[in-house]
Structure formats: structure tokens, C-alpha cells
């Protein structure tokens, strides 16, 4: 190999450690690093090293991230080392399946043109469920029912993709309408709307691509024999159909090269398996493992923190994380009297650090869950902070930025979900009852409601209304989309459509701005995506982003919870409402669960470069009983905090029993509390019975008892014996 100044410029960026992982190029490389040792950045100087010194051509690569946000950097990083176009496959495991769906999902008789459904789509099919089949938000709310379907894809009916695919659309109308229980209204209904518009939500994406490669193994040999190098990023939070699809992929090759940190696993609750990571050399064996502990990222004194907090956990390798700063300022440690008091303080010393001159924008406040910052939104609405919350609303999920994909959506698909949204936004007169008409018309004759509407215009109905004009701007965008740049296409339709007008005319500046803002971010997709961006490629893609892949909020305190955190880092950090029962949460119900929990606050507190602020304000939970100060500040050594006052060592005292009661009763893992689905069981009182369902979120079984009519939930507490 040719050590020529761009190799020497490339390796001179890195430590030991990261060479030997840009170098390890053949065969199964495992990395096991800590937070903030530069994992992403050996990933993206491998895949410059992979193109640039042996020649390997970016479309043969694939790069796996954790998220879109992620993603987007990678390219832009690997763009910026390579100076090539192509980027490859840099990729979340969903996003990458939408790649292979695109070439391939006609393998599973689905066309090319399939919907990426995100969640607003999905509650607007619910919403037609629930109207044809007079459900209420009673029976199940929106997000119930979305945790509901994933639940049953995931865990209760895996085999439910069958149907999609092999049912024919009647088929999946019939079992919807013989379903009785709201669950299963629910269930079948929804598989019959994604069938109807050829609509994938997250989990089809995954189970399609794998259904393919299992029946066609011409598909999945040109995946394998194309995707020469695999690389994957926070491989702990890997959950088991993304490791199933990983290791179709690397079959040919056999190269695979893996990056991640056990103490950052937080992602069990929704199917991730740290053990993957922890079992890979004994599953692949000749596996070469490079150990990553230097931190780039924080001060000392953060990581000595962040340190002292880990080593709690009792299920762990151990390992340390090596500073590579020098000193810096004190972790601070604030204990308030009330939860305004914690929100006043914390603004104090916002304030503080801005007349330092720390920028707005380089302060980030991370929390548990999303009610914490009620006390804080308050405080900094009265004292006139600008702050941004991460994923409250989310970007693609606002109304503007909705109508407006689905006027692209309506070019590119023409598909009922699109044309429910816009018909009438602007105003066409197109109201309830002529929808009700089309709707009918639709059903008789087996079409879309934009094809009834085509067929039906002449209808007298449709008299003073803008239905004509509407049909001639959609077939005029959609007869000559496949050239023009998406950008420009977005531009176009939301002028002569006259949406951009009814903003304005109703005064909705921030709308207006966001729109703009959605124009800058199709602009910046096209120009860094790599690949050739079609208007179909961009609507597939687009429907995995989420808020933290939209605008950088400038000038702005940044507030979001730990797990949107994730992978980011930001100079100073506000770790606020730090009490038991918010962090950690109190739905926390075993020691296996606390752990992943101190995980959390250890991602928590390495996001920090240089300040890091921990803060609790006295406050009570829902039945009264007094918020004591989190486990997790009482974890580390209190040698290593600067306390604004020492707390009351009554209070600690307390606290610490407290915790060592409730900790005392927990169970080691959900497994040895719960039953499963059907499992006879003996309950003290009510007899025998069968468990019918797990209620996990309640902590309870839900027991049909021979002798009661109608079933119970029983708290995992009680003692059932299993018959
Ligand atoms: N060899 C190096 N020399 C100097 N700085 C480095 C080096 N490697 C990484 N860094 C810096 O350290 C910081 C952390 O790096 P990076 O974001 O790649 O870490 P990470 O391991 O992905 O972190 P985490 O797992 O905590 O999200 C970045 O600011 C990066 O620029």
C-alpha cells in the first residue's frame, strides 16, 4: 500500500486504537468503545480508507446508523473525505430497506410506488376505522392503538405479513369485518388500509426485505455479492430482525465491522439485545476485538462522574473511560426546594453563562420524560429564554408540513391518504358531503377517490366547486415530475395550488417558515444525498425522518429527552428533574430494568462536553407522597460535585432508605414475574384462571378467573402460582 500524504493525513487524525479499526478491513472486526471515544469518527475514516486507499466503490458499502440524523452527518463527513458523490449505502436498517423495497418489492407483489407510512398516517387510517366501525378514543386513544399493532406485529402475530402479501385486498376486507373485539377492529382494519394504498410502516419495512430474501435467493445473492463491506454503528441497541437482516446480508463477504458500548445500550424496552454485541465474537468466530476507552469528548471531571455512576451497575464489563482533556469546570449539583425553584435556577444560570458569553444555542437540557419541562417551559416563557423543544410536535408531523408532502405524495401516488388531506386545503368546496360521494363511488367501482373524482366530474355535484382545477394541477405535475428536481416541483405546486396563499391570507408567519424551511431541507437532501434524487425516492425516504433530523434551532436552548440524545454531544448540559419516580421513572420494575435506566443517565451525562449541571426541585408524586432526590445522584461519589448548597442530610438519609426498601422488592428481571398469554394460574382468592393478557405498562396480568365473569388485572406483586 502506498503511504502517500492523503493516507498519512487521514491516519494522523486518529489514535492507535481508531487505526487498527480503519485498518481491520477483512472479515468480522468487533469494536467495543465508550462514550465519546471517537467511534463515529473511526466509521467514517474507515469507509474514506476503504475508497480511498483500497478502491472499494461507495455503492458496494453498506454504513448502518442509528438514526436519520446520523445518517445525514455520515454522508456529509464521508463526502467531505472522499470528495465522491456517491456516499454508498449510509443508512438506518429502515432506510436501507426502503432502498431494497424500491428495487425489489414487486418480489413481494407490491409496486415500486408502495407509501412509507409514518405516524400520521397511520392515525389517519385509524381515524377511518374508527368512523366506519363507531370505535371512540375511549376504547383505545391514537398512540394506544399504534403501540397496540406493533405489539401484535412484533411479538403476538409475527407471521402477520403473510396475510398482507398473499391475502388479496377482499380477503383482508373480510377479516376486518368479521373482527369483533376493538383489538382486533383494529388490527385487521389497519393491515386492510396499508393493503389498499400499498402502504409500509416501519415494521413491514423490515419484515418485507427479510421475506423477500428468505423466498428469492436471486434477490438476496445480488445484495450480498453487491454489499462487499458492512459496517454498523450503536450496534447494542441492534434489536433481533434488524441482527436477522444484517446477517443475511454479510453472508457472501463475510465482512463485517461493528461499533458500540455496552454501557449504552437503552433500547431493550423496545426489542434491542445488548447481548448481540457482547456474544458476536462467539458467533462469528475469528472475530478481532478493538478496544476504544480514550474520551475525546468531555472534561475530566464529567467523566469522572459519569464513571463513579456506571460502576453501579452490577451487569457490566468493566471499563473506565480515560480522559483526554484537561481540567475543566466542576459538575455543579442544585437541589431546589420546589420544581419552580429548580426552573428559576437553572435559568439564573443560563443567564449566568450567557453573560460569559456561552451561546443560547450551545446549552442543551435533557430530561427523562416530557412533563418535566412544564415547570421550565413556564420560567423561560417569563424570563424570555429562546428554546426549541426537540420532538414535542414533531416537524414532519406538523399540519404544513403534512399538506405539503402530500401535495408531492399526490403527484408521485395519487393515493387516498393525500388526496383526504388536500382536496380541500386551500378551500374547493370540496366539503364532507361530496367527499361522502366519492367515497361511495370509490367502493362501487373498486378505484381511489382521486380516480372517482376523475370520473365523476362532470357530476352535477361538483358544480361551483374548484374539483376541475384541482384534477388539471395534480395530471399537469404529474405528467412531467420525473426530471425536474423535487425542490423545484415543491416550490411550484404549493404556489399554484394557492396553499402558500391561504397561509398567508390567514396570517400564519410560523407555518409560512416552516414550509420554507422544509424547501431548504428537500434542497440540502438533494445536494448531499449522493444518490440521483427522484421525487419517489425522496417520499420514501422522508417518511423515516423524524423531528431531530429537521432544523437546527439557532440561537435557542435546546430541550429533549435522554433518548433523543442519543449519539449527540453539546458543551454545556442541564440533566434537570433528577427525583425518584421521574428519572428513574417509576415504571421501572425490575433490576434489570434499573440498570438500563443508570445506562440512560450515563448517555445522559457523557453528551457533555464541557459543563455538565445536575438539578432536582422538591415536588410530590400523584398520591402525595414526597419526590426524594434520584439513586442516581446519590450513586456517585459526592467528592466529585460541587453542591450550590450541601442538601440536608435528613433528606439523603431518607432517600436512601427509600430506595434500598424499594429496591429490596424488586424482582431481578420481567421474567420471573410474568406469565404468558394462556398460562393457567392459581390466584389465593379468586381461584383458578387463565392469563389472557400482560400489562406491562400497569404492571399486571389480565386473568380470566373461571369463576368471575368478567377478568381482572392483577399487579405482578400478587403472588399467582402457575398451575
Ligand atoms: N483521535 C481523535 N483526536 C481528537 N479528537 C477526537 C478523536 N476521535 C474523536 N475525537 C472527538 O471526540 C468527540 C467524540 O467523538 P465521536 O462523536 O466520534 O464519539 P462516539 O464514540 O461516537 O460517541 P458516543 O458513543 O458517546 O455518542 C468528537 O468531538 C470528536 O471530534
Not at 414487486?106 to 368512523?131: C, H, R, T, W
Not at 391514537?142 to 412484533?154: G, N, T, V, W, Y
Not at 429562546?386 to 405524495?409: H, N
Amino acid at each position: 500500500m502506498t503511504e502517500n500524504y492523503e493516507y498519512t493525513n487521514l491516519m494522523q487524525k486518529l489514535n492507535a486504537a481508531q487505526q487498527e479499526a480503519v485498518r481491520a478491513t477483512e472479515g468480522y472486526v468487533r469494536v467495543i468503545a465508550g462514550a465519546g471515544s471517537g467511534k463515529t469518527r473511526a466509521l467514517s475514516h474507515r469507509f474514506a480508507f476503504l475508497v480511498n486507499e483500497l478502491g472499494i466503490l461507495p455503492g458496494n458499502i453498506l454504513c448502518v446508523t442509528f438514526t436519520n440524523k446520523s445518517a445525514n452527518e455520515m454522508r456529509q463527513r464521508i463526502h467531505s473525505l472522499t470528495g465522491d458523490n456517491d456516499t454508498g449505502y449510509i443508512n438506518t436498517f429502515h432506510g436501507f430497506c426502503v432502498s431494497v423495497l424500491q428495487e425489489d418489492s414487486y418480489a413481494a407483489g407490491y409496486p415500486k410506488s408502495f407509501l412509507v407510512l409514518d405516524n400520521s398516517d397511520i392515525d389517519a387510517m385509524l381515524q377511518i376505522i374508527y368512523e366506519e366501525r363507531g370505535l371512540t378514543l375511549r376504547d383505545m386513544t391514537f398512540s394506544m392503538a399504534r403501540d397496540m399493532i406493533e405489539i401484535q406485529k412484533l411479538f403476538k402475530r409475527p407471521e402477520y405479513y403473510r396475510d398482507m402479501i398473499a391475502l388479496p385486498l377482499e380477503a383482508l376486507k373480510e377479516k376486518y369485518d368479521a373482527a369483533a373485539r376493538a383489538e382486533d377492529i383494529i388490527f385487521f382494519g389497519y393491515l386492510y388500509q396499508e393493503k389498499k394504498c400499498f402502504g409500509l410502516d416501519y415494521n413491514d419495512l423490515i419484515k418485507f426485505t427479510l421475506h423477500i430474501f428468505k423466498e428469492r435467493e436471486d434477490i438476496r445473492l445480488k445484495w450480498q455479492q453487491r454489499l462487499e463491506y458492512i459496517m454498523i454503528d450503536e450496534f447494542q441497541d441492534i434489536d433481533a430482525l434488524q441482527y436477522e437482516l444484517m446477517e443475511a446480508l454479510c453472508a457472501w463477504h463475510r465482512n463485517l465491522f461493528v461499533v458500540g458500548d455496552p454501557d449504552q445500550t437503552i433500547y431493550t424496552w423496545r426489542g434491542a439485545d445488548g447481548r448481540f454485541l457482547m456474544d458476536f465474537a462467539a458467533k462469528f468466530p475469528g472475530t478481532q476485538t478493538v478496544m476504544m476507552m480514550e474520551n475525546y469528548r468531555s472534561t475530566p471531571e464529567i467523566l469522572a462522574v459519569a464513571n463513579s455512576l456506571i460502576e453501579k451497575n452490577k451487569y457490566r464489563i468493566r471499563k473506565e473511560l480515560l480522559p483526554r482533556r484537561t481540567g475543566g469546570a466542576p459538575v455543579v449539583c442544585h437541589f431546589a426546594d420546589t420544581q419552580e425553584g429548580e426552573a428559576k435556577w437553572i435559568c439564573e444560570e443560563i443567564r449566568r453563562l450567557q453573560a460569559e458569553g456561552v451561546d443560547y444555542a450551545d446549552i442543551t437540557l435533557l430530561y427523562r420524560a416530557h412533563y418535566v419541562t412544564r415547570a421550565i417551559e413556564q420560567v423561560f416563557l417569563e424570563e424570555k429564554i429562546p428554546y426549541t423543544i426537540y420532538s414535542g410536535v414533531q416537524f414532519f408531523d406538523r399540519m404544513e408540513i403534512k399538506d405539503a408532502l402530500s401535495y408531492l405524495r399526490m403527484i408521485a401516488y395519487k393515493d387516498d391518504l393525500s388526496f383526504r388531506r388536500i382536496v380541500n386545503a386551500p378551500k374547493r368546496n370540496m366539503g364532507k358531503r361530496r367527499l361522502a360521494f366519492l367515497e361511495e363511488y370509490a367502493t362501487q367501482h373498486g378505484v381511489t377517490l382521486y380516480q372517482a373524482l376523475t370520473e365523476t366530474l362532470d357530476d352535477s355535484i361538483f358544480k361551483g366547486t374548484k374539483a376541475g382545477q384541482f384534477v388539471s394541477l395534480i395530471e399537469h405535475y404529474a405528467a412531467g415530475y420525473e426530471d425536474r428536481p423535487v425542490s423545484e416541483i415543491l416550490s411550484a405546486i404549493l404556489n399554484e395550488s394557492g396553499y402558500e396563499k391561504m397561509l398567508r391570507t390567514e396570517g400564519s408567519q410560523e407555518r409560512l417558515d416552516n414550509v420554507a424551511e422544509l424547501k431548504q431541507s428537500v434542497y440540502e437532501y438533494e445536494t448531499t444525498c449522493g444518490e440521483e434524487v427522484s421525487l419517489p425516492h425522496y417520499l420514501a425516504h422522508v417518511a423515516l425522518f423524524t423531528n431531530a433530523d429537521g432544523a437546527e434551532a439557532k440561537g435557542k436552548v435546546k430541550l429533549m429527552t435522554v433518548h433523543a440524545a442519543k449519539g449527540l454531544e453539546f458543551s454545556t448540559v442541564f440533566l434537570c428533574g433528577m427525583n425518584e419516580g421521574i428519572f428513574p421513572s417509576r415504571k421501572v420494575r425490575t433490576k434489570e430494568a434499573m440498570e438500563e435506566e443508570r445506562r440512560l443517565a450515563f448517555v445522559a451525562m457523557t453528551r457533555a462536553r464541557n459543563r455538565l449541571y445536575l438539578s432536582r426541585g422538591a415536588g410530590r408524586n400523584f398520591d402525595g407522597s414526597p419526590q426524594y432526590p434520584s439513586r442516581f445522584i446519590l450513586d456517585i461519589d459526592p467528592h466529585l460535585f460541587h453542591y450550590t448548597k450541601e442538601p440536608r442530610a435528613e433528606l439523603i438519609k431518607e432517600a436512601r432508605e427509600y430506595i434500598g426498601y424499594s429496591q429490596k422488592y424488586m424482582p431481578e428481571k420481567e421474567s420471573d414475574v410474568t406469565f404468558s398469554i394462556g398460562q393457567r394460574v392459581r390466584h389465593a382468592v379468586f381461584g383458578d384462571g387463565t392469563v389472557t393478557d400482560v400489562d406491562r405498562d400497569k404492571g399486571a396480568h389480565v386473568v380470566q378467573f373461571d369463576n368471575i365473569k368478567t377478568p381482572r388485572s392483577i399487579s405482578f406483586r400478587a403472588k399467582l402460582e402457575k398451575i
